[in-house]
T-cell receptor
């Protein structure tokens, strides 16, 4: 069953703009992860935020987590054409850490 | 860090033919292993996962099966492919939290 749902499904922005993607989930979690997938490739882990954290940064990525709303957001600042990819959130299906359940993803297009 | 190998990269098979996709992992031992399928433009559907040799949990009770004959080898099989089996198959592993993915196999059933 679907645990995470990303929003929007697709996003198109100009290079240099910020991109914000949202994720909602249904059950209690230990952590929430974001992954990136370039077209036709495997997924790459970007960042993990634990349930007791509210915000986390990694380079141009900023992730927030609101466990009361069961939602998370991924912000990519100063986007580049190379950021064009699909972005997925993932949470563990049960109270542990695995297996992960992925949302349908947000397709981000950054136009140079 | 872990490296995951998958082959073949692409495969075109007729309906009713058998399937065998292989995944091997380097750089870790006793990993959890996963097979996902991704339809075009869609999310990932978990098919099987394994926490150890010979231990397989099935999420999709259709015509696919999985086996783990060695600690770092995971095989996805079918005796007779259906058109609906077309998709992008991804193998992944983890040792607890974040997952590492292979490059995937693009399967087209004709």
């Amino acid at each position: 069953s679907q645990q995470g749902e990303e929003d929007p499904q697709a996003l198109s922005i100009q290079e240099g703009e910020n991109a914000t993607m949202n994720c909602s989930y249904k059950t209690s979690i230990n952590n929430l992860q974001w992954y990136r997938q370039n077209s036709g490739r495997g997924l790459v882990h970007l960042i993990l935020i634990r349930s007791n954290e509210r915000e986390k940064h990694s380079g141009r990525l900023r992730v927030t987590l609101d466990t009361s709303k069961k939602s998370s957001s991924l912000l990519i600042t100063a986007s580049r054409a190379a950021d064009t990819a699909s972005y997925f959130c993932a949470t563990a299906r049960n109270s542990g850490n695995t297996p992960l359940v992925f949302g349908k993803g947000t397709r981000l297009s950054v136009i140079a | 860090s872990q490296t995951i190998h998958q082959w073949p990269a692409t495969l075109v098979q007729p309906v009713g033919s058998p399937l065998s996709l292989e995944c091997t992992v380097e750089g870790t031992s006793n990993p959890n292993l996963y097979w996902y399928r991704q339809a075009a433009g869609r999310g990932l559907q978990l098919l099987f996962y394994s926490v150890g040799i010979g231990q397989i949990s099935s999420e999709v009770p259709q015509n696919l099966s999985a086996s783990r004959p060695q600690d770092r080898q995971f095989i996805l099989s079918s005796k007779k492919l259906l058109l609906s089996d077309s998709g992008f198959y991804l193998c992944a592993c983890d040792t607890g939290v974040e997952q590492y993915f292979g490059p995937g196999t693009r399967l087209t059933v004709t």
